[in-house]
């Protein structure tokens, strides 16, 4: 029998953690104490209590249930916006690699033009001016955020493209489609979708971030960012406000960026440290 | 970096600006809102259907998409970015008022940022596996992990209510009030460069003349100061380069947080009074800011990299 290694051993501990936490996102209205929305005014701002274990908000809403639920807010916008970024960037790059000439060109400047600017200041302009909103906040972000796995396709493809078994099947009278989707795209993948995990942690923080400023998760959407903000305004009567959706930001952006770490040593170990 | 590099550069620079520009404005135009009637609200007067056109004539706001760019852009080169609707005052002297408070803090979160992670970073490198190492890696990983406005909110909560050390509410700017936003910052960006300079250390340490010399016992304090640090720096610097994109971006959150009299919290501010001509000029200042951070630290390189002054790469 095979030895388990270190490697897949983390890693397989890392995918029970993160599915946990799926499992939270997804049993949410079971695991819930409370509806997160159901606000009862005569509880409001209570400290946390064997009632509320943590605690409740301005308008009586129990903080446990809004945290549980904004597992699922949270993953879910988070997955979208990192599926439409590696998604389209990965498209942008590949095409852009592999055919060259004018298309790469133009398409590279667009990509330097958007790597020369702080995309996290286009972002709040985009999600602020479009209105706040959930989806308008991940386009925001996608909108910015893009332009790596562009990079990251085209160079991976231009790599790949000097290989011989490309050359095989353009000879053999592939077509280019059959030859991006059959050779190009399962090549790449793995370093694809290890640079989208470990990506899943900063933007569960930025998405946070712009619901934070307004400017994402509306009320009364059980939304960490947004949790935060309104806890902001109570710090010095109701502290556990803004210390647990935090602390929930913080464990699950901890797991998935073990997670991703741990994805790479499997996949691509020549790029771990 | 050669002077016609510079020139290249700079050429580079004013096609991202004017893509940039275009993106912006192209953004305002879009966007749900008459500015007309915005301006028209902030100075009170009644709002008739009849003066509303006579606005947006007056704004330009009935001509065609590429007319109004154009017209915009040509104002923006000549140091006219128009007027801000919420601030009632000219664009240019707003983004003026509020860009101290923030280079202040930014450079103060910086300076202080190198002093928590070159040391940690160096003293990781150095005690590589070992008890200290995987301290400062295990912090600098939870310090990845939070989000800087949350590291706020409870340095906010601890500093300044609960031991009262730093003023908490609102005002002018100053040194008292500067460290708590200056501290959140700082933590949050060295959780990322202690990793980096632990690396570039590490990679400097394990270079074969370390070894040679280590072999001819010179001690490794001495090592490390004459040899590795300066050979270090050279990455660090570029580091230092892309976190200040960081900086930017993550100070309007932490102005917001800490009530900052900074050009995040206007920009905060101005995107909720939907003050167009006031976002758009942020968006540019941010990107001319930042395009010349990195300019100047490119070319702080052919001063520091002695392979680059003769000439050759």
Redesign the interface.
């Given at each position: 029998m095979a030895l388990l290694t270190k490697d897949k051993f983390l890693f397989g501990l890392y995918t029970v953690l993160v599915l946990v936490l799926a499992g939270f996102a997804l049993f949410a209205p079971w695991l819930a104490p409370y509806d997160p929305y159901d606000a009862v005014m005569r509880h409001s701002l209570q400290a946390p209590s064997a009632e509320h274990v943590f605690g409740t908000d301005k308008l009586g809403r129990d903080c446990l249930s809004r945290i549980l639920y904004g597992t699922r807010t949270s993953l879910l916008m988070t997955l979208s916006l990192v599926g439409i970024i590696a998604g389209i960037g990965t498209f942008v790059g590949v095409v852009s690699g592999y055919m060259g000439g004018k298309v790469d060109a133009v398409l590279m400047r667009i990509v330097d033009m958007m790597l020369a600017f702080p995309g996290i200041v286009l972002a709040i302009a985009i999600a602020g001016m479009m209105g706040g909103n959930i989806v308008n906040t991940i386009l925001a972000l996608a909108a910015v955020s893009w332009t790596k796995y562009a990079r990251l396709g085209r160079s991976l493809t231009l790599k790949l493209r000097e290989r011989d078994f490309i050359a095989a099947a353009v000879t053999t009278g592939t077509r280019p489609r059959q030859i991006l989707w059959r050779h190009v795209l399962p090549n790449i993948l793995p370093t694809i979708v290890v640079t989208a995990a470990m990506d899943i942690g900063t933007m569960i923080i930025e998405l946070a971030g712009l619901s934070f400023l307004g400017f994402g998760a509306q009320p009364p959407t059980p939304e960490w960012g947004l949790m935060l903000n309104e806890g902001r305004q109570h710090i010095q009567t109701a502290p556990w406000l803004m210390l647990y959706p935090g602390a929930a930001i913080l464990i699950v952006v901890a797991v998935f960026n073990l997670w991703g770490d741990s994805l790479r040593d499997i996949l691509a170990p020549q790029r771990a440290n | 970096m050669k002077r016609n590099e510079i020139v290249h550069r700079l050429a580079?620079?004013l096609?991202?600006l004017v893509?940039?520009s275009f993106?912006?404005f192209s953004?305002?135009y879009l966007?749900?809102g008459d500015p007309a009637e915005m301006l028209l609200e902030v100075a009170d007067t009644i709002v008739s259907k009849e003066t509303l056109d006579e606005t947006r004539a007056q704004l330009g706001l009935d001509q065609p998409f590429h007319v109004q760019y154009i017209r915009w852009i040509t104002g923006v080169l000549q140091g006219d970015m128009g007027m801000s609707y919420s601030a009632k005052m000219p664009v240019t002297e707003r983004l003026w008022q509020c860009l101290p408070g923030t280079l202040v803090l930014a450079g103060s979160a910086t300076v202080m940022m190198l002093l928590i992670a070159v040391p940690c970073g160096i003293l990781s490198a150095v005690y590589r596996n070992r008890a200290v190492d995987y301290l400062i890696r295990g912090i600098s990983?939870?310090g990845?992990?939070?989000?800087?406005?949350?590291v706020g909110?409870?340095l906010?909560?601890i500093l300044g209510?609960k031991l009262k050390l730093f003023p908490i509410t609102g005002g002018a700017v100053s040194l008292e009030r500067m460290v708590l936003p200056a501290l959140t910052l700082a933590i949050a960006m060295s959780a990322k460069y202690t990793r980096q300079v632990r690396?570039a250390v590490l990679e400097e340490l394990g270079q074969d003349y370390i070894f040679g010399a280590r072999t001819r016992g010179i001690p490794l304090r001495k090592i490390l100061w004459r040899h590795v640090l300066p050979n270090a720096c050279l990455p660090l610097i570029t580091l230092l380069g892309m976190s200040i994109?960081?900086l930017?971006?993550?100070v309007?959150?932490i102005e917001?947080?800490f009530a900052w009299p900074g050009l995040g919290k206007m920009?905060?501010h101005a995107?909720?009074m939907?003050d167009?001509p006031l976002?758009q000029g942020?968006?540019l200042w941010?990107?001319v800011l930042?395009?010349g951070i990195?300019l100047l630290v490119d070319i702080s390189y052919t001063y520091l990299d002695p392979r680059l002054k003769k000439g050759g790469h």
């Open positions: - | 580079q620079m096609i991202t893509g940039v993106l912006t953004l305002m966007s749900p990983f939870l990845v992990s939070m989000p800087s406005f949350w909110l409870i906010l909560y209510l690396t994109g960081w930017l971006g993550g309007a959150v917001m947080v920009a905060v995107i909720e939907r167009y976002v942020f968006v941010i990107a930042y395009m990195n």
